[in-house]
């Protein structure tokens, strides 16, 4: 049974371009939250979405962010025009029935690096 | 509103030596709370979790932490470190609001062993 995937590991961009980070939740899990964790920081919640709905987004910047997880597909978490400080690393969780309805499971993360 | 607070950013053991991390958290409602831990450029993993039932929980890896609801505190302990154990660990909690609620994480604890 595969875990959360989340791709890509790793991804650059230069500033101002945009950056793309895909997460699959675990099968059988339809609710998808994305973290961001800041160098030498814990998580922060930045969105939490079920499908075709965005359920609490009071964690997301209110500019050049944007999430969705559409009814086909994996979840997607939008950066447009990149600046340094959106360095991070960003982690995916799932939940649902499977493993019990409160236990969010992590991918492996996207680091993005702009320069 | 729900918060965590994990004192020390960092703590170094012995290997053999009693593993103490300590977390404290702020709710208005009977929480559900959670160990993670996460090794150098990796996703998180869950370690255990306390989700009202008995308030000593056992994790994977010889961890445990007690609930103490009169100390509004979830530390997670084990008996013997190993070189192994050396990660960063993260207490986060959330509320029983069916699947579907976000995780507030303390600043995480960075654990180093000594041989």
């Known amino acids: 049974n595969a875990g959360v995937m989340q791709n890509p590991r790793h991804l650059v961009r230069r500033r101002g371009q945009e950056a793309r980070l895909r997460c699959s939740p675990m099968?059988?899990?339809?609710?998808v939250y994305w973290y961001r964790q800041l160098p030498e920081e814990g998580l922060k919640f930045m969105v939490y979405?079920?499908?075709?709905?965005?359920?609490?987004e009071s964690g997301m910047p209110k500019e050049r962010f944007s999430a969705e997880f559409p009814k086909e597909g994996p979840s997607i978490l939008r950066i447009q025009q990149v600046v340094r400080g959106d360095s991070a690393a960003y982690f995916c969780?799932?939940?649902?029935?499977?493993?019990?309805?409160?236990?969010?499971?992590f991918g492996p993360g996207t680091r993005l690096t702009v320069l | 509103a729900q918060s965590v607070t994990q004192l020390g950013s960092h703590v170094s053991v012995s290997e053999g030596a009693l593993v103490l991390l300590r977390c404290n958290y702020s709710?208005?409602?009977?929480?559900?709370l959670f160990w993670y831990v996460q090794y150098p450029n990796q996703g998180l993993q869950l370690l255990l979790k306390?989700?009202?039932?008995?308030?000593l929980v056992k994790g994977i890896n010889g961890f445990e932490a007690e609930f103490k609801k009169s100390e509004t505190s979830f530390h997670l302990t084990k008996p013997s470190a190993h070189m192994s154990d050396a990660a960063e660990y993260f207490c986060?909690?959330?509320?029983?609001?069916?699947?579907?609620?976000?995780?507030?994480f303390g600043g995480g604890t960075r654990l180093m062993v000594k041989p």
């Open positions: 969780a799932s939940s649902g029935l499977a493993g019990g309805p409160d236990t969010q499971y």
């Open positions: 099968k059988g899990h339809s609710h």
């Open positions: 979405l079920q499908k075709e709905n965005i359920i609490d």
């Open positions: 709710s208005s409602v009977p929480p559900y």
């Open positions: 306390y989700t009202s039932a008995a308030t």
């Open positions: 986060a909690v959330t509320h029983p609001n069916n699947a579907g609620n976000m995780l507030t």
